[in-house]
């Protein structure tokens, strides 16, 4: 078993400078930068909304990049004894992403960094119920994206913000400059 792994970490090794070719759509170069805005669904707890996001990146290397996000929750409500209490979620987060890809155009990533994420609650029949709660929080995703241009990609992932109790299912489009 351990020469099975250590062969398939060689090739790997071996054949990841091909990856890195300038024809190869995949792999953006160091030193490029991207915006990103995402559409999706936040859910806390057991309630969920829309969520918008919007980011910034920086390729420092291949396969590993930088990247500055913020997710603005949407807003749910909910009637408790003819009371009603809206709730948002936000995050800003601070993440490294690593990159694989997997053909030309089709990147799998994985993201993992820190996240200040924060909640209200309004209860609009008594104010003095009304708060907000935030926290410093590890997140982690996963996704792919599929450059359908040499500056254009759309994504889809999946990224969880930790004792949060936030994850956030999402798709959208990144914009190489």
Do not use: C, W
């Not at 990147?107 to 708060?131: D, M, R």
């Amino acid at each position: 078993m351990k020469e099975i792994v250590s062969v398939l970490l060689v090739s790997a090794a071996l054949s990841a400078p091909a990856f890195a070719g300038s024809d190869n759509f995949a792999v953006d170069p160091v030193g490029s930068k991207y915006a990103a805005v995402d559409l999706g669904i936040i859910n806390y707890g057991s309630n969920s909304a829309t969520s918008i996001g919007i980011g910034a990146g920086y390729q420092f290397h291949p396969y590993v990049a930088g990247e500055i996000d913020y997710i603005f929750g949407g807003t749910y409500s909910t009637s408790v004894l003819g009371s009603s209490i809206d709730t948002s979620a936000s995050s800003l987060q601070f993440l490294a992403v690593g990159n694989m890809a997997l053909t030309n155009e089709l990147t799998a990533f994985a993201k993992a960094g820190l996240a200040h994420n924060s909640v209200k609650v309004t209860n609009n029949f008594n104010p003095l119920a009304t708060g907000t709660a935030s926290s410093n929080d590890l997140t982690f995703g996963i996704g792919i994206k599929y450059k359908v241009a040499k500056d254009i990609s759309i994504r889809a992932q999946y990224q969880d913000y930790g004792t949060a109790s936030m994850s956030v299912i999402s798709v959208g489009a990144m914009f190489a400059f």
